[in-house]
Nanobody, 124 residues
Framework: QVQLAESGGGLVQAGGSLRLSCAAS????????MGWFRQAPGKEREFVAA????????RYSDSMKARFTISRDIAKNTVYLQMNSLKPEDTAVYYC?????????????????WGQGTQVTVSS
């Protein structure tokens, strides 16, 4: 089993930056890829970015790749999401997810483990 814990969310003004962290614990050796998803009220859960755990390859949503950067620190079992030039439309609960397979899938249903989410609110 893998447990995920997000942190770093909060309130930020439009144009500002925020870095989210997700610490993994448990059977982390089983992690093949980790990703970030977000969900705004009344909307579908949306893929943000993913990273292959061992190789470090990344994949981004086209709408966010210019502003967001995903990275991971294997030694710390932690994945990060650096968010720059934030917009009010980025307001959502951001979830960390992990999957045993290493492929960087964009469908939330493919991921095996989920964190509780961290709220990001961007004011105009």
């Amino acid at each position: 089993q893998v447990q995920l814990a997000e942190s770093g969310g909060g309130l930020v003004q439009a144009g500002g930056s925020l870095r989210l962290s997700c610490a993994a614990s448990g059977r982390t050796v089983s992690i093949g890829a980790m990703g970030w998803f977000r969900q705004a009220p009344g909307k579908e859960r949306e893929f943000v970015a993913a990273v292959n755990w061992r190789g470090g390859s990344t994949r981004y949503s086209d709408s966010m790749k210019a502003r967001f950067t995903i990275s991971r620190d294997i030694a710390k079992n932690t994945v990060y999401l650096q968010m720059n030039s934030l917009k009010p439309e980025d307001t959502a609960v951001y979830y960390c997810a992990a999957k045993t397979g290493g492929s960087l899938m964009t469908s939330s249903g493919i991921y095996d483990y989920w964190g509780q989410g961290t709220q990001v609110t961007v004011s105009s």
